[in-house]
C-alpha cells in the first residue's frame, strides 16, 4: 500500500509547485543551473590553462600556450582580477592556491612605471573586492601597501592624476589622459579609506573626479582627453566609450556606495546631457554616438563593445525603458556577425574595428536587466552569447580574442579581465540570486563586488 501511494503523494506535490510557482518557472531556473554550471566548467577550461601554462605571471597566451607579463616582471594579474570569481564560484581549491601565491608572492616594491587606471581598478580592486568576501588580512595589507605607493600620481597642480607611477621611487609621467583615468579611482581608493580609516585615499581621488567633473563645457559634456597639468582639454570629442566611459558610471556608483551626495549631484547634473547630445535615433533604434563638447554636434556615429556598458549603468540609475532600447542596439551589434566588433558605425552598420577582446561589456549589461526586470528575454539574450563565445573564442588551452568577427581568427590574448569580468557576469546571469546578494554589493568598473556599507 505504501508504494502505491509514494508515486502519487510525488505527483501531487509537483502539480501543487507548478500551481504555486508555474512549471514553466521551474523550467527556466533548471535550465538556468545547467548553464551556470556550463559556465564554471569553461572558466575553469580558462583558469586550468593559465595555471598550466602561466602560474605566477601576469596573463596566459592561450594559443601559444606561454605567459605573459604586462611590465616585464609579474604583478599577478589574472590570479588577483580573478580570485573574487573563484570565490563566488566555490572554486574553493583553487581560490586557496591562488589566495596563497598572492600571499606569498606579490610585492609591489618593484623599480617600474604602471598605469595607475589599470592597476587601481584590476589590481587594488581585485584585493579589496577578495578581502571583503575571504576575510584575509593579507589581502587588505597588500591593498594598502598598493594604494600608498599610487598616491602619488595625484601630485599635478590641478589634482588630476597623472596616467604612470614608478611603484618603488614615486616618480610619475605623462600628464595626457582622459576623464575614464581621472574619474574611475574612487570606489577603490574610497574602499581602501574606509578599510583603513585613513582619509587621504578617499580625498585624493574625490577630488580627482570633482576637478574632471568641474572642466565640462558650458553645454555639460567632457572631452575625449585632458593636460593633469594645465587642465586643458587637448580632444573635444564627447562619447561613452573609451577613456570616459566609467567616469560616468562612478559618479553614479559613488553616491551609492558611499552615499556622497556629491557624486548624486553630478551625476543628476550629467545625464541628461547625455541623452540629449549623445542619444541618437536611427531606423527606430537607440543608440548613443560622438559629439563635440563644445557644440554639441554629432562627429561620429559610432557605438561599440566598450559602449555596451551603458544599458546596465542606465538601469542601474533607474532608466530601464532606455535601457530595454539600447540593449537591443547592442544585441543587435552583436548578432551581425555572431559576436560583437569593437567598433561599429551604426548609421551605415559597417563595422569600423572588427577585433574582439573578449569584452564583458554587452553581458554585464544583460545581468543588469536581468536583475532589474526579470525578464526571462535576458536570460536568453545571455546563453546566445555564451554559445557564441565558446564557439568562437575557445581555444585548446583558454580563451582566445578575435582579429577580425568576420574571419574569426584567433590571436594570443586573454587578459585577465576575461576572468574577472566576462566568465563572472556570464555566471551571475545564470546563477541563483543568492550566489551574490546584487544589492548589497556595487561592482567597480572590473566586476569586483565591494560591500555597501556605509
Not at 616582471?73 to 563566488?88: E, G
Not at 541628461?272 to 533604434?285: H, M, S
Not at 559629439?291 to 540609475?317: C, H, I, N, V, W
Request: hydrophobic share 40%.
Amino acid at each position: 500500500m505504501p508504494d502505491r501511494i509514494a508515486p502519487t503523494v510525488v505527483l501531487l506535490a509537483a502539480a501543487v509547485a507548478c500551481a504555486i510557482h508555474g512549471c514553466a518557472k521551474t523550467r527556466e531556473d533548471e535550465h538556468a543551473q545547467q548553464l551556470a554550471s556550463r559556465v564554471r566548467d569553461e572558466f575553469l577550461h580558462a583558469w586550468n590553462n593559465y595555471e598550466r601554462y602561466a602560474w605566477g605571471h601576469d596573463a596566459l597566451r592561450p594559443l601559444s600556450k606561454t605567459a605573459h607579463d604586462w611590465y616585464g616582471q609579474s604583478l599577478l594579474m589574472t590570479p588577483v582580477d580573478a580570485l573574487d570569481t573563484l570565490i563566488l564560484m566555490h572554486l574553493d581549491a583553487e581560490a586557496e592556491r591562488a589566495r596563497s601565491l598572492i600571499a606569498t608572492d606579490l610585492s609591489f616594491d618593484r623599480d617600474i612605471y604602471v598605469k595607475n587606471f589599470e592597476i587601481a581598478i584590476r589590481l587594488l580592486g581585485g584585493l579589496l573586492s577578495s578581502y571583503q568576501l575571504s576575510g584575509d588580512k593579507r589581502l587588505l595589507r597588500l591593498a594598502e601597501d598598493l594604494g600608498n605607493r599610487l598616491l602619488p600620481v595625484f601630485n599635478s597642480p590641478t589634482g588630476l592624476p597623472y596616467v604612470y607611477v614608478n611603484l618603488r621611487t614615486g616618480q610619475i609621467r605623462d600628464p595626457v589622459t582622459n576623464p575614464a583615468e581621472t574619474g574611475t579611482l574612487l570606489l577603490e581608493f574610497g574602499t581602501l579609506s574606509k578599510l583603513t580609516g585613513k582619509p587621504v585615499f578617499y580625498e585624493k581621488a574625490k577630488r580627482a573626479l570633482v576637478e574632471t567633473f568641474k572642466r565640462r563645457s558650458p553645454l555639460g559634456l567632457v572631452g575625449e582627453s585632458i593636460n593633469v597639468d594645465t587642465g586643458a582639454w587637448t580632444n573635444a570629442d564627447s562619447h561613452i566609450s573609451g577613456g570616459i566611459d566609467s567616469y560616468y558610471e562612478y559618479l553614479w556608483k559613488c553616491w551609492l556606495l558611499f552615499g556622497d551626495k556629491d557624486c548624486r549631484d553630478m551625476w543628476n547634473a550629467s545625464i541628461p546631457t547625455i541623452n540629449k547630445y549623445l542619444a541618437d535615433e536611427i531606423r527606430g533604434g537607440l543608440w548613443y554616438g560622438h559629439a563635440d563638447m563644445q557644440t554639441g554636434e554629432r562627429t561620429k556615429t559610432e557605438y561599440g563593445a566598450l559602449d555596451a556598458f551603458f544599458p546596465a549603468l542606465l538601469a542601474f540609475s533607474g532608466d530601464v525603458e532606455r535601457a530595454r532600447r539600447l540593449q537591443a542596439s547592442s544585441f543587435k551589434m552583436w548578432n551581425l556577425y555572431g559576436i560583437e566588433p569593437e567598433t561599429l558605425d551604426y548609421k551605415t552598420m559597417r563595422v569600423v574595428a572588427g577585433s574582439y577582446h573578449l569584452r564583458p561589456e554587452i553581458i554585464e549589461s544583460t545581468y543588469y536587466l536581468y536583475r532589474y526586470t526579470g525578464d526571462p528575454e535576458y536570460r536568453r539574450m545571455g546563453e546566445k552569447m555564451f554559445d557564441d563565445f565558446v564557439k568562437y573564442c575557445r581555444a585548446e588551452s583558454g580563451y582566445a580574442a578575435l582579429a577580425d568577427v568576420i574571419s574569426k581568427e584567433q590571436v594570443d590574448e586573454m587578459q585577465s579581465f576575461v576572468l574577472a569580468e566576462t566568465f563572472k557576469y556570464f555566471y551571475l546571469l545564470f546563477a541563483p540570486p543568492e550566489t551574490l546578494q546584487f544589492d548589497k554589493v556595487i561592482f567597480n568598473t572590473e566586476a569586483h563586488p565591494l560591500k555597501r556599507t556605509r
